[in-house]
């Protein structure tokens, strides 16, 4: 149980310690905390109050709330939750992700309607709002809890690359939930990623045939392409890739 609230309450709160330097120049947050021991509080900046969590984490918890009312997976209110919170006028939102809550369409349709249309969607706002249905769907095991984040991730990013990332750091939570070590156990976790990424383009198979995309996410998380970057980019979710799988939004 400790570990699933540091789990919860750690994305929050690196959320907030990091909002201040997203989008920042590269180092800033390293120059003002140039040692662990050093202290790290937290401070507004970058049009942020003090403490005060990001989109993400807003996102997050509409997405956990509709968990615990429901007891499960609720698609349509949860993308009903993102509407409304999408209309409220929230202080930040990705754009590609306004774009798709924005245009009036059925839960089922709006993100692949965005991505027919401008063909970027793999932004990583819907691996960054996963920390909550990653516990929540921990227990399952893996296939239940990879495919739980695919369908939530579909609900704002039609490219199929977002939602394999988020299935990705999914199953890490739970191994990480378990007492595993999620990076020792990543060779398992990727033989889980679809061979080639369903519904992308036309509905075909990536460029390379099957196991193309499959092959991309090894690629871009193989031993020497991983960089602990933290609170750098304004979360503590660390390791990610060094690479930019995905677009911000």
Known sequence: MERVA???????VGDALGAPFEFGSPGAFSTRFPTPDAGVEMCGGGGWDTGEATDDTQMAIHVAESLLEY????????????????????????????????????????ATAHYRTSH????????????????YFAADGRQATMDAARR?????????????????FHDLVRLALSGADPLKELSQTLAAVHPHFPGSRASSPLPGGVGAG??????????GRLTSIGVEVGDCSAPVSDSQVWESG
């Open 214 to 223: 499959r092959e991309r996410v090894r690629a871009d998380v193989a031993p």
């Open 152 to 168: 939530i991730a579909a609900l704002t990013h039609g490219d199929p690359a977002a939602w394999e990332g988020t299935a990705i």
């Open 71 to 110: 007891g499960g997976l609720n698609l349509p209110d949860i993308f009903t939750r993102f509407q409304r919170w999408a209309a409220d006028d929230p202080k930040d939102i990705g754009p590609r992700t306004e774009d798709v809550l924005t245009r009036g369409l059925p839960w089922d349709q709006a």
């Open 120 to 135: 970027r969607a793999a932004g990583n706002g819907s691996l960054m709002r996963a920390t909550p249905s990653a516990v």
């Open 6 to 12: 540091g789990a919860v309450v750690g994305s929050a």
